[in-house]
């Protein structure tokens, strides 16, 4: 069992920076792909960006892209999503998920992934 853990949302203005945190718990040594994922009210689910198992390769959706960032710890399942930038329609709860075994023809559907985290809320106001 893997249990992600979010933190860091918050109330920011637009044009402002928040970093999330997600902390997956595990089996010791082992390291998982993960990503961040968000849902705004009344919206699907919508891939954000992902990180892989090595932090070696990251992939952002384009309405992200160059505005966040995703980075995660060497030796642990903990990843960072460093938004800058924001705007309103970032607005959202933001969601770590976690792929036990992680590929890389799977990284941008839900279903690409094993664990998901509580969410944490970001709202951007203008």
């Known amino acids: 069992q893997v249990q992600p853990v979010e933190s860091g949302g918050g109330l920011v203005q637009a044009g402002g920076s928040l970093r999330l945190s997600c902390a997956a718990s595990?089996?010791?040594?082992?390291?998982?792909?993960m990503a961040w994922f968000r849902q705004a009210p009344g919206k699907g689910r919508e891939f954000v960006g992902r990180?892989?198992?090595?932090?070696?390769?990251?992939d952002y959706s384009d309405s992200v892209k160059g505005r966040f960032t995703i980075t995660r710890e060497n030796t642990e399942n903990t990843m960072y999503l460093q938004m800058n930038g924001l705007k309103p329609e970032d607005t959202a709860v933001y969601y770590c998920?976690?792929?036990?075994?992680?590929?890389?023809?799977?990284?941008?559907?839900?279903?690409?992934?094993?664990?998901w985290g509580q969410g944490t809320q970001v709202t951007v106001s203008s």
């Open positions: 990180i892989s198992w090595s932090g070696d390769a990251t």
């Open positions: 595990g089996r010791s040594g082992s390291r998982y792909a």
């Open positions: 998920a976690v792929a036990v075994y992680g590929h890389s023809s799977c990284i941008s559907a839900s279903n690409c992934y094993d664990y």
